[in-house]
C-alpha cells in the first residue's frame, strides 16, 4: 500500500476529484485551506490581504498501482494548468488498522 498526499491550489478541486474518481478510489481524507508555497516557482497562498489565495490538501491510501496512477493524473494536471499549482508526494505505508 501507498500514502499519497497532494497539495493543490483550491481551485482545482474539482478536477483532483474527477482524478479520484477515474481510478476509482473512494477513501481519502481532505484539509481544506492550506497554507504554503511551491517549492520552485509557487506563489504563496497564505489567505492574507497580499496572498489571497489558499490550497488544499489530500491523502489516500491506495494499491501500488493506483498510486502510480494517480501521481500520472497529477502530472497531467500540472501540465494543462501549470499556473494553478498542484504537487503529490507518495511514500509506503507499512500497515493499516
Known amino acids: 500500500m501507498k ?3 497532494i ?3 483550491q481551485g482545482m478541486t474539482g478536477e483532483v476529484f474527477e482524478a479520484l474518481e477515474s481510478l476509482g478510489v473512494r477513501g481519502f481524507t481532505q484539509w481544506e485551506s492550506v497554507r504554503g508555497r511551491g517549492s520552485e516557482t ?3 497562498r497564505m489567505g492574507t490581504h497580499t496572498w489571497p489565495s489558499l490550497n488544499n490538501a489530500l491523502m489516500s491510501i491506495v494499491t501500488e498501482e493506483e ?3 494517480l501521481l500520472e493524473k497529477v502530472k497531467e494536471l500540472n501540465k494543462e ?4 499549482g498542484i504537487k503529490a508526494f507518495s511514500w509506503k505505508v507499512d500497515g493499516m488498522v
Not at 81 to 84: A, F, G, N, T, V
Open 67 to 69: 498510486a502510480h496512477q
Open 7 to 9: 497539495v493543490y491550489n
Open 42 to 44: 509557487g506563489e504563496p
Open 3 to 5: 500514502a499519497v498526499f
Open 81 to 84: 494548468m501549470p499556473e494553478q
